[in-house]
């Protein structure tokens, strides 16, 4: 029977149990960050347990990290967190790239980055947007804290194997259309639990041509339509980029043999296929308080069907029939991690360039990590930002959530490369938008959102 | 962990579908280092109007439904973010079962691991449980896999391990250290790249 690289991989990693009923996974890399960990530590420290595997475990902070002046955190208790993390590393013998380190970064930015994140890999983190790292060909999906806690004793978690999908995604996408587009279309359309109970496989044309970036883009945001993981199965462009990373393989060759077995074998081996027509796709921009309420940029914004529709858009204060060009946005934020990476910023920075961000509009730019941020300095771009009138600030998650003191005011529209509108998510009662960098880039130039397609590029 | 097994309680009806665990649990209290302490901050930007303020109109605020440890809800409940404060949130307040029509896969898991009993039942039953009155009990039996209130009674679907796991109030980590072997067994046959 056809399988799956999602079935591969999984069946590849099982100890204990019968399909059909949770089964004991080996975990190859565990992922911890500072908000979803200490309890976990904490119960390790209760029970005396080690970790089991320190060298198959990573450390960073990212959620609440300040990004600007970064050692003086003026937030005790986000400073507890993070002091709390430096502690248990230290105490357990968990690599950790800490505060300031050249590593640091958004975890899900700096796994593949240091070539931690590998395909054929089963990968966790306590966060829903380890999805991210299934780009390279790997399962990955986020966890709970008590689930940290397991995989740190055990290096292993319970888990029903879910149902497959394949997205099969076609054709060239249009000029100004990228992969943000492509994420937000499918779950405008299908829903936000389109996916639940199920392991989601990105594949056909336009994804073998999408840069591992894009690809990273795309599987971050899965897990945004209530899919399990998002993936891709591994080709050469992956190999080519974990390749000479830091914790690459040694043996290249060796590994690189062993995660070919890991491809889909054909599509019959999907329980269930969806499919994109790339080339209809247009600009995608949110309108209301989850990212399934989006629509194209020339379209306007829906009929309320619902009681939820209601409450969206007394939320965000728009009404049906709206046009999202009309809507005066004064906050743009570039970041996260599914759009503050090298190549965001240099698509954003390319539509910035000569021009001026608008009359009393914030925008913040944060890099992903450390190591895109001295790189996008390297290349000049912080420069483009910053005489566009952007800050240019240190990396972390930002006001993708707001945890850190990085918040969109109240009542105030933000054109966001981020990846959840949710209420209150970017600053009590923020309202945002998500988009791709070159939108969020049109739209903090004019103050309002533009199509692209026919203004910018 | 606390067992459960056959549970009886009022219940609080919220029939909102999506109800995200940034809803749950905002990030601004997410700041602690304990699995207590978060009952109070649930449901925080519904329930209050500002600090201090609660929303009298916000169901969790009624008098009647205080003490009330039964969540009757819509589909895809505590969808978004993996935070497990979510669970730590609701079953602080008080809650020890949730009825939702679905379930984020995360959220799912998390209530496993912390004596949260999740129970997915179709959007007519659930409609029948919101609007029983206030000081009318529901009955969960889970051994018999049974809601049953104001005589009616509904079927609901469990696995097998995770009911084994809700009734006996077991650890995850003490049962995966008994198969230790397997685990170093695996770990002797996985390849190296370096």
């Not at chain 2, 009330?68 to 809800?73: E, P, W």
Request: with cysteine; hydrophobic share 40%; net charge negative.
């Amino acid at each position: 029977m056809a399988k799956t690289m999602i079935d591969k991989i999984w069946d590849s990693h099982v100890i204990d149990g019968e399909e059909g009923t949770p089964q004991l996974l080996y975990v190859d890399l565990h992922l911890l960050h500072e908000v979803t960990s200490p309890q976990a530590f904490e119960g390790l420290r209760e029970n005396h347990r080690p970790v089991r595997r320190p060298d198959r475990t990573f450390a960073t902070m990212d959620h609440n990290v300040p990004t600007v002046d970064i050692f003086n955190i003026k937030d005790m208790i986000s400073k507890k967190q993070i002091d709390t993390l430096g502690k248990n590393c230290k105490e357990f013998g968990v690599r950790l790239a800490g505060m300031g380190h050249k590593d640091q970064g958004i975890i899900h930015a700096i796994g593949p980055q240091l070539g931690l994140t590998q395909p054929g890999m089963i990968i966790v983190c306590g966060d829903s947007h380890t999805a991210t790292h299934g780009s390279f060909g790997s399962i990955a999906f986020g966890i709970g804290t008590s689930e940290v806690e397991h995989v740190l004793a055990t290096q292993t978690i319970w888990q029903l194997k879910p149902k497959t999908m394949g997205i099969r995604v076609h054709g060239k996408l249009p000029n100004g259309v990228f992969a943000k587009d492509v994420i937000m279309s499918l779950i405008a359309r299908e829903g936000v639990s389109f996916g639940t109970g199920y392991g989601v496989e990105f594949y056909g044309d336009t994804i073998r041509d999408m840069s591992m970036e894009e690809r990273m883009t795309l599987c971050n945001m899965a897990i945004e339509g209530g899919a399990k993981m998002g993936c891709v199965q591994s080709d050469q462009k992956t190999f080519d980029y974990v390749r000479g990373r830091k914790y690459a393989p040694k043996n290249m060759d060796k590994a690189i043999e062993h995660w070919k077995q890991f491809n889909t074998d054909d599509e019959s081996a999907f329980d269930k296929i969806i499919d994109l027509d790339a080339t209809q796709l247009a600009p995608f921009v949110s309108w209301g308080t989850n990212p399934g309420m989006a629509i194209r940029i020339d379209d306007t914004t829906p009929e309320i069907r619902d009681a939820n529709d209601k409450k969206a858009y007394d939320y965000v204060g728009l009404k049906p029939g709206t046009s999202l060009k009309d809507v005066d946005i004064k906050w743009a934020f570039f970041g996260s991690c599914t759009n503050g990476r090298l190549s965001d910023l240099k698509i954003a920075a390319n539509i910035l360039k000569g021009h001026h961000i608008a009359d009393g509009l914030t925008a913040w730019v944060v890099p992903a990590s450390r190591t895109i941020k001295e790189t996008a300095e390297k290349m000049g771009i912080d420069k483009i930002f910053k005489d566009a009138g952007c800050e240019w600030r240190e990396p972390g998650c930002s006001a993708c959530l707001g945890m850190n003191p990085d918040h969109v005011p109240a009542g105030v529209h933000c054109a966001s490369t981020s990846n959840r509108n949710f209420e209150g998510r970017q600053g009590v009662g923020s309202r945002t938008h998500l988009a791709s960098p070159a939108m969020v880039a049109a739209a903090a130039i004019h103050g309002h959102f533009i199509d692209i397609r026919e203004e910018a590029i | 962990m606390e067992k459960i097994n056959i549970f009886t309680s009022t219940s609080v009806p919220l029939m909102n579908n999506n109800i995200d665990t940034d809803q749950l649990i905002p990030k601004q209290f997410l700041k602690n280092i304990l699995k207590t302490g978060f009952g109070k901050n649930l449901l925080y930007d519904w329930r209050y109007l500002k600090p201090n303020v609660p929303n009298p109109d916000f169901v969790l605020n009624k008098p009647e439904r205080a003490g009330a440890q039964i969540l009757v809800t819509g589909d895809n409940f505590g969808c978004g973010s993996s935070r497990e404060h979510a669970v730590w949130a609701l079953k602080d307040y008080g809650f020890r079962v949730i009825i939702a029509g679905s379930y984020s896969d995360i959220f799912y898991m998390n209530s496993t691991k912390n004596g949260v009993l999740a129970i997915k039942l179709p959007q007519a039953q659930r409609d029948f449980l919101a609007q029983l009155p206030a000081d009318q009990p529901i009955t969960i039996n889970l051994p018999e896999q049974k809601v049953i209130a104001a005589g009616h009674e509904f079927d609901f679907d469990i696995d097998e391990r995770i009911k084994h796991k809700l009734v006996n109030g077991l650890d995850d980590i003490a049962i995966t250290m008994k198969e230790m072997d397997k685990i170093e067994a695996y770990e002797a046959k996985m390849p190296n790249f370096n």
